[in-house]
């Protein structure tokens, strides 16, 4: 059962056209993350909040913007998407001081950019 | 920079074999050491985890070495089943920095019936 949600699962849009991606969890978690991932390969850490009104950049450059006005809610956005914007995104959380146990992610959107 | 790293992109064993998938790791500083497991068209799902002051751990058919000495982690699963196909992702913690961890490149594991 799946405590973080993710929408839309599947996008395909226009570029240039404004998108955002949206990632809620109902556990509760203080820290939450957003990661890019292409086909079998690693996830890139785009963004990540360790609380309300807390975000930061994570170690792969990323046009999008993020947002956490609430502690479920961590929306992602696109001002302006472009083709090379088409991947994988994964939303997840974990627990506060947690290394990894308490990490959940996610089913992920699969963006596609034409 | 510091990075994991997988030996094998692709790994094909016959139902009923173990499989051994592994990882090089970077930071001689991290302290904490995941194992995910990647179905198609999901996120990432907990397997097992490994503190740095531990050799080994057990779960269920799953057990995961570390080896210190030359920054190598394995995942080993005993009498692979077809539903353990996918993508196996280690991923590597230092507990005195952020705790975010930092994931390597998969391992497809492809078990034949």
């Known amino acids: 059962e799946a405590d973080i949600y993710q929408t839309p699962r599947y996008l395909v849009i226009g570029t240039g056209k404004k998108i955002t991606l949206e990632c809620s969890q109902t556990m509760g978690h203080d820290k939450m993350y957003w990661y890019q991932q292409d086909p079998g390969m690693e996830l890139h850490l785009i963004h990540y909040?360790?609380?309300?009104?807390s975000t930061e950049k994570g170690d792969l450059s990323s046009e999008s913007t993020v947002s956490r006005i609430r502690t479920e809610h961590f929306p992602l956005t696109l001002e302006s998407a472009r083709p090379s914007h088409t991947s994988q995104y994964l939303c997840?959380?974990?627990?506060w001081g947690q290394g990894g146990y308490g990490y959940t992610f996610g089913s992920g959107t699969r963006l596609t950019v034409v | 920079g510091e990075s994991v790293g997988l030996h094998l992109p692709t790994l094909s064993v016959q139902e009923g074999d173990n499989s051994i998938i592994n990882c090089a790791y970077s930071n001689s500083a991290s302290d904490y050491f995941i194992w995910y497991k990647q179905e198609s068209g999901k996120g990432p799902q907990f397997i097992i985890d490994?503190?740095?002051?531990?050799d080994k751990r057990q779960g269920q058919r799953v057990t995961v070495l570390l080896n210190k000495t030359v920054k190598h982690l394995s995942l080993q699963i005993a009498a692979t089943q077809p539903g353990d196909s996918a993508v196996y992702f280690c991923?590597?913690?230092?507990?005195?920095?952020?705790?975010?961890?930092?994931f390597g490149r998969g391992t497809s594991l492809i078990v034949h019936p």
């Open positions: 991923a590597e913690t230092f507990s005195g920095g952020s705790y975010i961890p930092t």
């Open positions: 490994i503190r740095s002051n531990m």
């Open positions: 997840a959380s974990s627990e």
């Open positions: 909040s360790y609380g309300v009104n």
